[in-house]
Every structure is written in structure tokens, then in C-alpha cells.
T-cell receptor
Framework: DAGVIQSPRHEVTEMGQEVTLRCKPISGHNSLFWYRQTMMRGLELLIYFNNNVPIDDSGMPEDRFSAKMPNASFSTLKIQPSEPRDSAVYFC??????????????FGQGTRLTVV | KNQVEQSPQSLIILEGKNCTLQCNYTVSPFSNLRWYKQDTGRGPVSLTIMTFSENTKSNGRYTATLDADTKQSSLHITASQLSDSASYICVVSAPGNQFYFGTGTSLTVIP
């Protein structure tokens, strides 16, 4: 398996523009997570889906952020309108049901977003 | 509140030396604890996983310990190499696929 695939790897956009980040989880995984990583705050969970259904979106910072998972193999994180403080690395991760004691989140390579 | 705290925030050591990273957590109930290594510009990758009943687990030069009573874990790196330079993140899992991340320790190994 190719692992969790994210696109684009880098995105530079102007303040006010819409940004869409994409994620393809590992086939067979039923949980998908979106994280944001900054130097100051480390990794922060934004939202996670279980079987394509959003379970916890309490980490989504503002209404400008939205996430969808239309099917088991694709998810998007959208920021509209984007602001400079949204600049960060956004990671997508997926995990399988598996044995509870062995649950692991597998991470994609991340999307580095710069809003100027 | 479920939290994971790591120390030190950053560390610089000479190549060949040993070091120990610390992780304290308050997550309950607890499923497992993982140490992830994150190279610059890449996503985190799991190094070790420890469940409630495990005290020590090794993965090559990496040895993790867990004290479930005091809710503390450590990651010991032996004979460090330049390639060990990375961020090391402690992640505690709770039932229901919940993951709690520490902010990481940035390790720099210098020649």
C-alpha cells in the first residue's frame, strides 16, 4: 500500500482565497484524522471521521474551516477564506479498526500551507 | 483533562552519546502509548507501541519504558547517530480511536 496520500505537498495562497487540501487514506482503514502542526502548538487534532461520518470536530478553529469525507477513500479540508494565521503543516492520518490495544494512526507526508 | 506533556522541549547531543526523552500523561482510560519519530518535512512514523501491561520495549537502539501507575514513559536512544535528529512525539491512545499528542522533543545530534 502507498500509505496515506496527501495533496498538494505545498500550497502558497493569498489571504482571502479558498484552499482545499486532499487526503486518500490507506485502503481498509475506517478512521481518518486531520491535524494541524505549528511550531508553537505542535500537532492539534482538527476533526476525525469514523466510517465517513464526522465524529469530533471540536478542534476545527473557526467556521472558515470545513471537512468532508464523501467516501471511504477520499477526504477534503477546506479553508475559506484563508488567513495568514492558517499557515501551518496539515496532516491527514488514518487508522484501522484492528485490535484496540494496537491502534495506530498512519500519517501522510503533510501539506505545507503558506497564506500571504 | 487528557494531556500529554513531553520534556525536554529540545535537546542537542554529540554523535555516539545516549539520551532519554520523557513523556507524562493524564489520559484515562488508556489503550496504548506510542513514540513517533518525525523527520523534518515528513509525517510522524511510529517507533514503538506499549500497552498497559508492558514495562519495556526495544526497537534497535530505541528503548521505551512505561510506568502505568505514575503515567510516565521514556524513550532512551543509545549510541546516537546523525540520522536520529528529528522530533520525537509521544502519543497516548484512548478507547474509541482517540489520540492525544505531546508537543514533541526536538533532538539534534551533532558530529
Amino acid at each position: 500500500d502507498a500509505g496515506v496520500i496527501q495533496s498538494p505537498r505545498h500550497e502558497v495562497t493569498e489571504m482571502g482565497q479558498e484552499v482545499t487540501l486532499r487526503c486518500k487514506p490507506i485502503s481498509g482503514h475506517n478512521s481518518l484524522f486531520w491535524y494541524r502542526q505549528t511550531m508553537m502548538r505542535g500537532l492539534e487534532l482538527l476533526i476525525y471521521f469514523n466510517n465517513n461520518v464526522p465524529i469530533d470536530d471540536s478542534g476545527m478553529p473557526e467556521d472558515r474551516f470545513s471537512a468532508k469525507m464523501p467516501n471511504a477513500s477520499f477526504s477534503t479540508l477546506k479553508i475559506q477564506p484563508s488567513e495568514p494565521r492558517d499557515s501551518a503543516v496539515y496532516f491527514c492520518a488514518s487508522s484501522s479498526p484492528g485490535a484496540l490495544m494496537n491502534t495506530e494512526a498512519f500519517f501522510g507526508q503533510g501539506t505545507r500551507l503558506t497564506v500571504v | 483533562k487528557n494531556q500529554v506533556e513531553q520534556s525536554p522541549q529540545s535537546l542537542i547531543i554529540l554523535e555516539g552519546k545516549n539520551c532519554t526523552l520523557q513523556c507524562n500523561y493524564t489520559v484515562s482510560p488508556f489503550s496504548n502509548l506510542r513514540w513517533y519519530k518525525q523527520d523534518t518535512g515528513r509525517g510522524p512514523v511510529s517507533l514503538t507501541i506499549m500497552t498497559f501491561s508492558e514495562n519495556t520495549k526495544s526497537n534497535g537502539r530505541y528503548t521505551a519504558t512505561l510506568d502505568a501507575d505514575t503515567k510516565q514513559s521514556s524513550l532512551h536512544i543509545t549510541a546516537s547517530q546523525l540520522s536520529d535528529s528529528a522530533s520525537y512525539i509521544c502519543v497516548v491512545s484512548a478507547p474509541g480511536n482517540q489520540f492525544y499528542f505531546g508537543t514533541g522533543t526536538s533532538l539534534t545530534v551533532i558530529p
